[in-house]
């Protein structure tokens, strides 16, 4: 996983695997945009203007092949922001809660 700055409290993030020959691949899709999809379809949508979004590693369990971690955006005053706990299932390719 690889989390990088992109702008005054934004980040984005991909997941990265390497396959047993050796070769490395990325996800197309963003973690943090999953996580927000997946937020969108759990609540029926998200709060307007959403800034300073992104995602921060909790941890691994690698033996169950999950990747816990919590997602957050700002918002304007009075319509919530989002803050989540979420855990990506790399074997199914899905996101749920914990």
């Given at each position: 996983?690889?989390?990088?700055?992109?702008?005054?409290?934004d980040?984005?993030?991909?997941?990265?695997?390497?396959?047993?020959?050796?070769?490395?691949?990325?996800?197309?899709?963003?973690?943090?945009d999953?996580g927000?999809?997946?937020?969108?379809h759990q609540?029926?949508?998200?709060?307007?203007?959403?800034?300073?979004?992104?995602i921060?590693?909790?941890?691994?369990?690698?033996?169950?092949?999950?990747?816990?971690?919590s997602?957050?955006?700002?918002?304007?005053?009075?319509?919530?922001?989002?803050e989540?706990?979420?855990?990506y299932?790399?074997?199914?390719?899905?996101?749920?809660?914990?």
């Amino acid at each position: 996983m690889r989390i990088q700055k992109t702008g005054s409290g934004d980040n984005t993030s991909y997941i990265y695997f390497i396959e047993k020959n050796g070769s490395l691949w990325r996800m197309e899709q963003p973690l943090g945009d999953m996580g927000f999809d997946f937020l969108r379809h759990q609540l029926g949508g998200l709060p307007s203007g959403l800034y300073h979004a992104g995602i921060e590693f909790i941890s691994w369990d690698m033996k169950n092949h999950l990747l816990h971690f919590s997602i957050h955006a700002s918002s304007d005053p009075g319509t919530g922001g989002v803050e989540k706990t979420l855990t990506y299932q790399l074997l199914q390719n899905k996101i749920v809660e914990p």
